[in-house]
T-cell receptor
Framework: NAGVMQNPRHLVRRRGQEARLRCSPM?????VYWYRQLPEEGLKFMVY????????ESGMPKERFSAEFPKEGPSILRIQQVVRGDSAAYFC??????????????FGPGTRLTVT | SQQGEEDPQALSIQEGENATMNCSYK?????LQWYRQNSGRGLVHLIL?????REKHSGRLRVTLDTSKKSSSLLITASRAADTASYFC?????????????FGKGTHLIIQP
């Protein structure tokens, strides 16, 4: 059973370009979470999705950021018109059920976004 | 505001010694989890302790939880060089349908051979 897959592992974008980050959850997991980590910081929650639904996006900036988890295919985190401050490591995690119910989250290796 | 706060921010000990890291949080929780992150890598789940539990063991790891003080500790016994990593505590965000984890800034642990 493959773990959570993220691609690309490293992504370099110029200011103003779009960044697309992909996450394939573990088989059988319907809950997906995206987190952002700045250097020397902990992870900050961005968005929580279940298949085809955004459940909680309270941690995501209101502009330029969007996320989806379609019925088929990976979850996508999309950042439009990137700025230098978007440079960070973006982690995806999946779980078979809600964290609050005691389910473990499994993390992917992350995508390191660098905006030049 | 930061839900989980680890203490100390950095810790350097000799191999074989025990390492203790603490975590404090602000709001009520259903469970608290500890994760390890090696430099530049993803997070590895270490242990989950539920709000009705006081202590939990897993191999060389011992976690305690004091909900009255809103604090937890992670003890690594007989440390090894391979334990060098950053350690994060995380609490569940479950309020009004929200889910996911709130992480602290972490404790950077260095085990010197």
């Amino acid at each position: 059973n493959a773990g959570v897959m993220q691609n690309p592992r490293h992504l370099v974008r110029r200011r103003g370009q779009e960044a697309r980050l992909r996450c394939s959850p573990m088989k059988g997991h319907s809950h997906v979470y995206w987190y952002r980590q700045l250097p020397e910081e902990g992870l900050k929650f961005m968005v929580y999705l279940q298949k085809e639904n955004i459940i909680d996006e309270s941690g995501m900036p209101k502009e330029r950021f969007s996320a989806e988890f379609p019925k088929e295919g990976p979850s996508i985190l999309r950042i439009q018109q990137v700025v230098r401050g978007d440079s960070a490591a973006y982690f995806c995690a999946s779980s078979p059920g809600a964290v609050a119910a005691g389910n473990e989250q499994y993390f992917g290796p992350g995508t390191r976004l660098t905006v030049t | 505001s930061q839900q989980g706060e680890e203490d100390p921010q950095a810790l350097s000990i000799q191999e074989g010694e025990n390492a203790t890291m603490n975590c404090s949080y602000k709001t009520s929780i259903n469970n608290l989890q500890w994760y390890r992150q090696n430099s530049g890598r993803g997070l590895v789940h270490l242990i989950l302790i539920r709000s009705n539990e006081r202590e939990k063991h897993s191999g060389r790891l011992r976690v305690t939880l004091d909900t009255s003080k809103k604090s937890s500790s992670l003890l690594i016994t007989a440390s090894r060089a391979a334990d060098t990593a950053s350690y994060f505590c995380a609490t569940d965000r479950f309020r009004g349908g929200a889910d996911g984890l709130t992480f602290g800034k972490g404790t950077h642990l260095i085990i010197q051979p």
